[in-house]
């Protein structure tokens, strides 16, 4: 008999995207599986925005994403995490909105 195992799914962002007086981010980025980038943008609402990132960079780092997202005077936002942050902002196969973003994805 023989186990098999979940393939380790993570999302990339590399770009977040907010439209000032908007219900939602929109993440573009790279859906990761098998060692294989599959390139996607996916819509999350406000607060589970924040709190996935709180989860994975914490307040700080949050609040300074927020603090440029809402200061920038255009009306829409582009932010490069890897450039604001220092850092690559990744999501994992633990946060449920990438598992049914994909799902649409097979759906659709």
Known sequence: MTTKTNPKITFQVNYIIYEKNDTAILLDGAVRINNKNYY???????????HLC????GFQKTNSLWNKLIGDNDQVCEIVPKNHLGEDLIF????????QHLFQLKTA
């Open 54 to 57: 709180e989860k994975i960079i």
């Open 92 to 99: 994992s196969t633990n946060e449920t909105f990438i598992n």
């Open 40 to 50: 996607t943008s996916i819509p999350i609402d406000l607060v589970r925005f924040s």
